[in-house]
């Protein structure tokens, strides 16, 4: 059972990490890294396409087991120096026909944490992206939330780039506390995404409408529902990005 994490969160399109150590050399050797973004399923509106590290793609996916149940494997480790996290882009890819315009990646830090106890809770940083539709930027009780964000177009079957390199003080003020040396790893989770209508799509969770009786609230949208073709750009691989994407 997981504790959930501790988190924190920046309304931004790009941002970076590296904690810095007082007294280390400029560039350290270099050294093993990976990136976990776990195992996509069909159903998922947004998904991670693929990664950069500079101009190499790396890979961040999970594999299920050909045979039977196990638990999954983890994307292999890559060599890398101490100021990877400053050059990695992550591009997202909307499966949907539907035009988002508000969303949220969170990054882990497993290095802080497994989150199998309150104890060991990971700390976690969530980057949003875009700005809510008046419709979904309500609370629980119904009243507006403010307004934050810049506006945000992310149409349907096509990529967005989030470039992790302008946000080094936020991400390292989130983390340096507890995390004083250099990151080996990093999750990275498509979280959350609204669309233009106020329809969002959660991870490991269905699609959903604003509740019109209860403003503030969510209706789930029938089991299996999909805006769009959901065999479409699936498996990931099959995935073809633009050039210049």
């Given amino acids: 059972m997981l504790w959930g994490f501790n988190r924190a969160g920046v309304g931004a399109l790009s941002l970076v990490l590296l904690p ?107 980057l949003t992206l875009g700005r809510r539709p008046a419709i979904a930027n309500l609370d629980r009780a119904g009243r507006p ?22 946000y080094i003080s936020q991400i390292q003020h989130r983390i340096s506390d507890v995390l004083p040396v250099p990151v080996t790893t990093i999750s990275v989770i498509s979280s959350m995404f609204i669309f233009e209508d106020g329809m969002r799509w959660s991870s490991g969770a269905q699609f959903a409408v604003p509740d019109q009786d209860s403003p503030g609230r969510w209706k789930p949208m029938p089991f299996g529902y999909f805006p769009g073709d959901v065999h479409a750009n699936w498996p990931v691989k099959r995935i073809k990005l633009d050039r210049g994407q």
């Avoid at 949220?104 to 990971?122: C, E, V």
């Avoid at 403010?146 to 177009?153: D, H, I, K, R, T």
């Fill in 145 to 166: 939330m403010p307004v934050e964000g810049a506006p945000l177009s992310f149409r349907g079957e096509r990529a967005l780039a989030v470039h992790l390199g302008d």
């Fill in 20 to 126: 810095v150590i007082a007294g280390a050399p400029a560039r350290a050797a270099q050294a093993e890294r990976q990136l976990d973004c776990g195992v996509p399923v069909r159903n998922q509106a947004v998904v991670i396409a693929k990664v950069t590290l500079g101009d190499t793609e790396v890979f961040c996916h999970g594999v299920l087991p050909q045979n039977g149940p196990g638990p999954w494997q983890r994307a292999p480790a890559f060599m890398a120096d101490d100021d990877w996290p400053q050059n990695l882009t992550i591009y997202l890819f909307n499966r949907t026909d539907k035009t988002i315009v508000w969303g949220m990646i969170t990054l882990g830090f497993p290095q802080t944490g497994d989150g199998s106890t309150r104890a060991t809770a990971m700390r976690t940083f969530e």
